[in-house]
């Protein structure tokens, strides 16, 4: 496994990816120096602030090296003509947005192991606006007591048209569990989107990152 990257260190994420052996490097160069030495499949995770689709290309031209590459892109901030071609190539390009830093080990582990992995199809847009947790309509009861509408008011961080991340205190909701997540609209009427709690990141501080996959939405 190579891992561009111009850190010096391996994220902790990476570490934590079963069963391979990496290869730091700090340049296009260094890696083709590096695959006349290697065989068989190889995967290369490319970690970076920005990601355009030029830079994308420039790698894929790589395929008439003959070798079986694979590419995983990392990145804050991706354009969006990158999903379009790794939605075509998705056997050879899988993007990923650093923000799901808790599951790019378990994404990039079922990826070496052979199994089908996809970038998302919807692309993520990050925000700063707060949001409120309440009961879902699709629960008997709330996931921290029964007499419990309101459970925590919170920060999205960002979202797309299938779900959203978000930051609350000491949430108490466990992954699988339903929740209503309510927001402001551009005309600042308040939204509600009917959720599940897809993966749950405590902090060291007392806060808690969610993932959240939209069901429904009513105003």
Do not use: C
């Amino acid at each position: 496994m190579i891992y561009l990257s111009s850190s010096q260190s391996l994220p902790l994420y990476l570490k934590q990816v079963n069963g391979v052996k990496w290869h730091q490097v700090q340049s296009q160069e260094e890696i083709q120096s590096l695959l006349t030495t290697l065989k068989g499949d190889i995967h290369v995770v490319v970690r970076t602030d920005s990601l355009s689709l030029r830079t994308v290309q420039a790698f894929l031209a790589w395929g008439q090296l003959k070798l079986r590459l694979h590419f995983v892109f990392i990145a804050d901030k991706i354009e969006k003509a990158v999903y379009q071609q790794s939605l075509h190539r998705d056997s050879q390009v899988l993007v990923l947005r650093e923000t799901e830093a808790p599951h790019i080990a378990q994404i990039i582990t079922q990826r070496v192991l052979g199994a089908v992995v996809k970038s998302r199809r919807q692309e993520r847009q990050e925000t700063k606006s707060p949001v409120m947790l309440k009961k879902s309509a699709f629960a008997e009861e709330s996931p921290i007591g029964a007499w419990m509408q309101l459970l925590r008011e919170g920060e999205m961080m960002d979202f797309s048209q299938g779900g959203a991340q978000i930051t609350v205190l000491q949430s108490g909701v466990q992954a699988k569990d339903f929740v209503s997540l309510m927001y402001r609209d551009h005309r600042g009427s308040w939204i509600s989107v009917e959720s599940q709690v897809r993966w749950v990141k405590s902090s060291s501080t007392g806060t808690s990152l969610l993932g959240l996959q939209f069901l429904a939405v009513s105003a």
